[in-house]
C-alpha cells in the first residue's frame, strides 16, 4: 500500500466462466513445472496462471499464463497444440518412432 490508510475502490471479481450446477467440486489449473533432460541432469522450468484478484481483474492480467524460465518471462498462450509439445514433448507414432530406432 501507499500507506496513506486510505482502502481502493472495490473491484467487482466476475464469476468462474462456467459454474458447476452439480455442485461437485471443480479445480482450475495454476501451475505447471515441466522438466527436460533425463533423470539425472536436465532442466526445470514452470508456467504459471495469474490469480484472479481486484488488482489483477483491474489490469487485464487475471487467468494470463506466463512461462518463467530462468532469467526469463514470457506471456504464452496456452493452446492444445502448444501444451502437446511442450509438457508432453509433442506427438508420438509408434511405427515412425519404431522404424527410426530400427535403422540406426
Known amino acids: 500500500g501507499s500507506g496513506s ?21 471443480e479445480y482450475s489449473l495454476a501451475g505447471v513445472v ?17 490469480r ?3 488488482e489483477t481483474v ?10 518463467f524460465n530462468d532469467h526469463e518471462v ?3 498462450e496456452l493452446t492444445d497444440e502448444f501444451m502437446e509439445h511442450e509438457f508432453f514433448g509433442g506427438k508420438f507414432n509408434a511405427e515412425e518412432d519404431d522404424l527410426m530406432v530400427s535403422e540406426r
Request: without cysteine; charged residues 20%; proline residues 15%.
Open 58 to 67: 483491474e489490469n487485464g492480467t487475471a487467468g494470463k499464463w506466463y512461462k
Open 34 to 50: 515441466v522438466h527436460t533432460g533425463v533423470a539425472a541432469a536436465g532442466h526445470y522450468y514452470s508456467f504459471i496462471k495469474v
Open 5 to 25: 490508510g486510505a482502502s481502493p475502490a472495490p473491484v467487482e471479481i466476475p464469476p468462474p466462466e462456467k459454474p458447476n450446477p452439480a455442485g461437485e467440486t
Open 74 to 76: 514470457t506471456e504464452t
Open 52 to 54: 484472479r484478484t481486484p
